[in-house]
């Protein structure tokens, strides 16, 4: 059981909550133009303001920002690789010499000059990626190397090489939100350690586009006009590492509430408890009453209970930003169980993403802390980025931000 001397808090992660202005929804964004009434309740009884997910300027990531709200030093992010934690997320703990890389199924074709993205993210697919992960599996690569591709949620998937002389100082193949068709990129050392290294991720990228390419599964997407998985691109390489965590030094016991394999494996390297389920899933189509029920239970045996949301982001990044507000009036009301939970209830992101590029942004994220029980102040607020930037609470790093949390909760925290 928890130690009953903590408040017990509910921090909601909205994976790219943030945006900027689009003009189709009369240059507000889509948190400003969605109906949230919870939300409101929640800003105008509590706190709310800015917070920076890294430092003013630097573009945040899903697990650079997620991992600074969970609780992740800030000297120590220079450790965290997407790979490794995409693995963690597989269930695929690294061992010492192993190395990690993210990964997704992607469209791609045989141009002149070499391999050509036609879809970084194949559609999407959501479906048979197992059975396309399975013709990758345990693949000798020469010189004592083996590589094995663990499929996760949707287009990801995470790369495992294991054998000697491995170096994760490599560069990614992936060639990024780009404008389409643009070559797979040939992954380079970053150091002379590494170009083994690199060797060997090649082989396994031109591997995989052959096998793929004449998988029964994507002839009969091609039949029915859908995009096709027909290779891979790989980035974030990482190594074996260890983090420590403020939680920890605590005295704190934490669960992770989500249906993205990237936040459950962040939460598995932090040592917390991931609770995930059938009904979960990182897309608009996430059971979102389930997972608040989740939450709630999770409350019973865990101080701090973090729920991440990805819907909105991936929103965003398609461009979508009538979906993305659509989501949040839906996930707003389904909020309400939580307001008699007796808990402290905050919000935050990992970071921005502009629905008018389809790009994370270094711009601050709006967030709130609200705490039971409280009296009405007749205060109205409409919580979006226009009224954080002048709320109740000042702007400050996510670091900060969750030390906050800690001190109301009861944690000895010095200075805030």
Not at 45 to 53: C, F, I, R, T
Not at 78 to 93: I, K, N, Q, Y
Not at 246 to 260: E, I, K
Not at 377 to 386: C, I, M, Q
Request: proline share 6%.
């Amino acid at each position: 059981m928890p130690d009953s001397s903590f408040r017990h808090c509910v921090l909601l992660i909205i994976d790219g909550l943030g945006d900027l202005p689009v003009a189709e929804l009369g240059d507000m964004t889509p948190l400003e133009a969605a109906s949230t009434p919870v939300l409101d309740r929640l800003a105008a009884e509590g706190l709310y303001g800015l917070v920076d997910p890294i430092v003013p300027g630097e573009i945040p990531n899903t697990h650079s920002g997620t991992g600074m709200l969970m609780g992740m030093l800030p000297q120590q992010a220079d450790r965290l690789h997407r790979g490794p934690v995409e693995a963690s997320g597989a269930g695929r703990v690294l061992s010492p010499g192993e190395i990690a890389l993210r990964v997704n199924f992607a469209s791609i074709e045989r141009g002149a000059d070499g391999l050509l993205v036609t879809d970084r993210r194949a559609g999407r697919i959501s479906e048979g990626t197992r059975e396309l992960a399975a013709v990758l599996n345990d693949i000798e690569l020469g010189d004592g190397v083996r590589a094995s591709l663990w499929p996760t949620d949707q287009h990801r998937a995470a790369l495992v090489l294991s054998g000697p002389g491995l170096d994760a100082h490599i560069s990614n193949t992936d060639p990024g939100d780009s404008r389409m068709p643009a070559a797979v990129l040939q992954c380079k050392a970053l150091r002379p350690e590494a170009e083994f290294t690199a060797n060997k991720v090649n082989l396994f990228v031109e591997l995989a586009y052959q096998r793929l390419k004449r998988h029964p599964l994507n002839i009969a997407r091609k039949k029915a006009d859908k995009h096709c998985a027909t290779g891979i691109i790989t980035r974030g390489a990482g190594a074996h590492f260890t983090l420590d965590n403020l939680l920890h030094r605590f005295g704190l016991t934490a669960a992770v509430v989500s249906g993205c394999n990237t936040v459950l494996g962040l939460g598995r390297i932090f040592g917390f408890t991931a609770l995930s389920d059938s009904r979960f899933s990182a897309t608009v189509d996430t059971d979102l009453d389930a997972k608040i029920a989740t939450v709630i239970t999770a409350l019973d045996d865990y101080p701090m209970v973090f729920l991440h949301i990805k819907a909105p982001d991936l929103c965003s990044h398609d461009r979508q930003p009538l979906a993305k507000r659509d989501f949040l009036q839906r996930l707003d009301a389904a909020l309400e169980p939580l307001l008699n939970s007796g808990v402290i209830i905050a919000l935050a992101a990992d970071h921005t993403t502009d629905s008018n590029t389809g790009f994370h942004t270094a711009d601050p994220v709006p967030a709130l802390i609200w705490q039971s029980p409280v009296a009405a102040t007749g205060e109205t607020v409409s919580f979006g980025e226009s009224a954080c930037r002048t709320g109740t609470m000042q702007r400050q790093f996510s670091n900060a931000f969750l030390l906050r949390l800690l001190k109301m909760m009861g944690c000895k925290v010095e200075a805030v």
